[in-house]
């Protein structure tokens, strides 16, 4: 009976593993997968924001799908109408989607609020239906915080490297900015945000080769042995 049981969680387990890889998010030609910091630029006097393509990595159409925002800092952009589509809805929630099999959707857009230049706030989103849940971080900035102009501000370096399982992390950026680590997979292993001059510390990393920096900018070689 016990071998059964393990049996049936491990296929669970696989199951909701499965389901987390099924969507994706395209944002200027890169791929987000779940779990990501998309950080995203708003153009000056926008009320709207579109570029962030949902794309379905499997054979079947991905239907009754739901695109929900939560706030978690609100720094003077604010989303307040989803639109799939031509159905807005000013909501958490937008109206329901089909993404078809193998392609991306396109169809979709925020309306936004900008208060005022040097904005910026972070939303948690999912894109889900009753089969497949997939969340992501969407950090939203306007032209004036753009990404390219924040990296060339931007410092980040490790020590020790290589490793023994244990770095710390020296920053000094202007911006609050979001620090990633990634595994020789590609798979996110830390990310957390950063701004000013100081230091963090990141644990217990097994032993490979790592890439750290700030996202969407170059990353570095982090080695662990």
Known sequence: MKKIVFFALLLCSLTVLNAQNQLSIVY????????????????????????????????????NLVFTKRLVENHGIDIWGLCTGMQCVQSDNSAKFTVPANDDYADFYMDVMIDDEHSWSLYEISIHNVEVVCDFVLRMQDFALGINEVVARSSVSVYPNPSQGQVNVRYNVEQPSTLVVYDAQGRTISQQTICGNGTTAISNLPAGIYAYGIAGSQMHKLIVK
């Open 28 to 63: 200027n030609g890169n791929v987000y997968n779940p779990g990501d910091t998309l950080v995203t630029v708003v153009e000056p006097d926008a009320s709207q924001f579109h570029g962030l393509i949902i794309r379905n990595n499997t054979s079947n159409d991905l239907t």
